[in-house]
């Protein structure tokens, strides 16, 4: 196979609370995450370019492409079989840069698939995703995919149903909002109120749409709004549009809203559509199980 063309799916955090922050200095959190139908596209090519891997993204995404995650998933696993072929991987991002949806994890854990399939490495998923680790913390997630409880550090995974079928609107503000600034000012001692994962998890397994969507919480708002309040006014859009509840993804500043009705759905596009609150827009779905 010279050529294979791959889906990153970026995902985001229906429940997000962060329990302490651990002496290595990383945090133990506990967020179940969901699988979007929006993805960047990665397109992995043979060249006659021996012991060259070369990534090509259509957006910005970094100074030295050799820091990108998809660049970094490749030698990975070049160095570990000696691999010596040329490669070239481009990368279409359609998941918001820095936004809180994994996207950079995504294209790491799927260029790992990508690599493990072309090559015929026979790499399980769960030795693609001890690899992933210690790419990113994100990374075991996109390889798993779909829907998870995620603790520790987001590498311990245990699997649910997908949720009740909806409809959920991603948008992105046009401000950029650093994961190491929200960690930096979290105090997990003081946050006040948190998300029941548990019962979110209950309530997925009982396919109730409506008691998963008032669960929706991210402990990391508490950071993120008061220095960013356009994150703060896109919620409000959609809820004052009949979501049935919206909260931040992950680190942010991306807003995702959750609805039963297409119509309200479309109507609320429209409206964040002709506002200045968001730079990226996607009507979409979950990914199904
Ligand atoms: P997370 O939700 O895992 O915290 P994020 O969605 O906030 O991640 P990403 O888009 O994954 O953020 O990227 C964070 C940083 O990682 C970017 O600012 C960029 O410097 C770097 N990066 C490396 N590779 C990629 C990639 N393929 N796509 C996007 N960002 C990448």
């Avoid at 950079?104 to 493990?116: F, P, V």
């Avoid at 997990?188 to 929706?216: C, F, Q, W």
Wanted: net charge negative; hydrophobic share 40%.
């Amino acid at each position: 196979m010279d050529k294979l063309a791959l889906k990153a799916y970026g995902k985001i955090n229906l429940g997000l609370d962060v329990l302490r922050k651990r002496p290595d200095g990383y945090h133990d959190l506990k967020m179940i995450m969901q699988m979007v139908d929006v993805y960047d596209d990665i397109i992995i090519t043979k060249t006659d370019r021996k012991n060259e891997i070369i990534v090509a993204t259509d957006k910005f995404v970094l100074e030295n492409e050799k820091g990108n995650l998809a660049y970094m998933a490749a030698k990975l696993l070049f160095d570990e079989f000696d691999i010596h072929q040329g490669i070239e991987i481009k990368i279409n991002k359609r998941i918001p840069i820095a936004g809180g949806m994994a996207g950079g994890s995504s294209d790491c854990a799927t260029t790992l698939m990508g690599i493990n399939e072309m090559f015929d490495l026979k790499l399980s998923k769960e030795d693609l995703m001890k690899r992933g680790v210690k790419l990113g913390a994100d990374v075991p997630y996109c390889v798993l995919g779909k829907t998870a409880i995620a603790e520790g550090i987001g590498e311990i995974l245990t699997p649910l149903p997908t949720p009740p079928s909806c409809y959920v609107i991603i948008a992105k503000p046009p401000v950029s909002v650093s994961t190491a600034f929200v960690y930096g000012n979290i105090r997990p001692d003081e946050i006040t109120k948190r998300p029941d994962i548990d019962g979110m998890a209950e309530a997925i397994k009982n396919g109730d749409l409506y008691k998963m969507s008032s669960l929706l919480y991210n402990v990391m708002e508490d950071v993120t709004v008061p220095e960013y309040p356009i994150i703060a006014d896109i919620k409000k859009m959609m809820i004052e549009n009949g979501a049935l509840n919206s909260i931040m993804s992950g680190s942010g500043p991306t807003v995702f809203g959750i609805y039963d009705n297409l119509e309200k759905a479309e109507n609320t596009m429209k409206l964040l559509k002709k506002s200045n609150l968001t730079e990226q827009l996607y009507l979409t779905k979950f990914i199904e199980n």
